[in-house]
């Protein structure tokens, strides 16, 4: 069954710092998004990316994110200028219209 | 602001129980719902999706949608503990541009005893 796949799978950085979260989407599939959870609360929608463009972001998505779809395969979410409060489970997913959507397995993102 | 609603928990049944998990939404024109199970530290996993009201059922897993009461529910026949899992429930939201985006409730924790 296709999948969709993230790296890395655990990811420490120090206050500050940039990180890039990598994931490959379903090949066949057309619309991408980023999606968090902070610890105990409920999975937040960050951002949907379609046609090489940001189709719709949350009032989290701020300017410190950015997301990119560089080579056809990948789709990376850049955070310039990490915080404390960005430490929190990142999901990709990916879906063709009008289906379900299918998640990677998740980079766990921890600022210090 | 769009919301999903459900009881926390935990909800504890005992193995081969019916365990049955709800969800209120206050989007009325959401047509896409879905419940996906989450193990500690794991990604969602999709577990059954719905798109009309009644009865959608899929092995033990039945999903129940009343959109007039915008209202969602997961029965699991026969528990075991393995579906010990905290069930999320999402809504598909679509805005004026046409574009979507799931919104998530905090989901109940289940624990199945043996």
């Known amino acids: 069954e296709p999948e969709v796949t993230q790296t890395p799978s655990h990811q420490v950085t120090q206050m500050g710092q940039e990180v890039i979260l990598r994931c490959v989407p379903i090949s066949n599939h057309l619309y991408f998004y980023w999606y968090r959870q902070i610890l105990g609360q409920k999975v937040e929608f960050l951002v949907s990316?379609?046609?090489?463009?940001?189709?719709?972001k949350s009032e989290i998505f701020d300017d410190q994110f950015s997301v990119e779809r560089p080579d056809g395969s990948n789709f990376t979410l850049k955070i310039r200028s990490t915080k404390l409060e960005d430490s929190a489970m990142y999901f990709c997913?990916?879906?063709?219209?009008?289906?379900?959507?299918?998640f990677g397995s998740g980079t766990r993102l921890t600022v210090v | 602001q769009k919301e999903v609603e459900q009881n926390s928990g935990p909800l504890s049944v005992p193995e081969g129980a019916i365990a049955s998990l709800n969800c209120t939404y206050s989007?009325?024109?959401?047509?896409?719902f879905f419940w996906y199970r989450q193990y500690s530290g794991k990604s969602p996993e999709l577990i059954m999706s719905?798109?009309s009201n009644g009865d959608k059922e899929d092995g033990r897993f039945t999903a129940q949608l009343n959109k007039a009461s915008q209202y969602v529910s997961l029965l699991i026949r026969d528990s075991q503990p393995s579906d010990s899992a905290t069930y999320l429930c999402a809504v598909d939201s679509v805005n004026a541009g046409n574009n979507r985006k799931l919104i998530w409730g905090l989901g109940t924790s289940l624990a199945v005893n043996p």
């Open positions: 997913a990916s879906t063709a219209a009008n289906y379900g959507y299918t």
């Open positions: 719905i798109y």
């Open positions: 989007d009325r024109v959401s047509q896409s």
């Open positions: 990316f379609y046609n090489n463009e940001i189709s719709e």
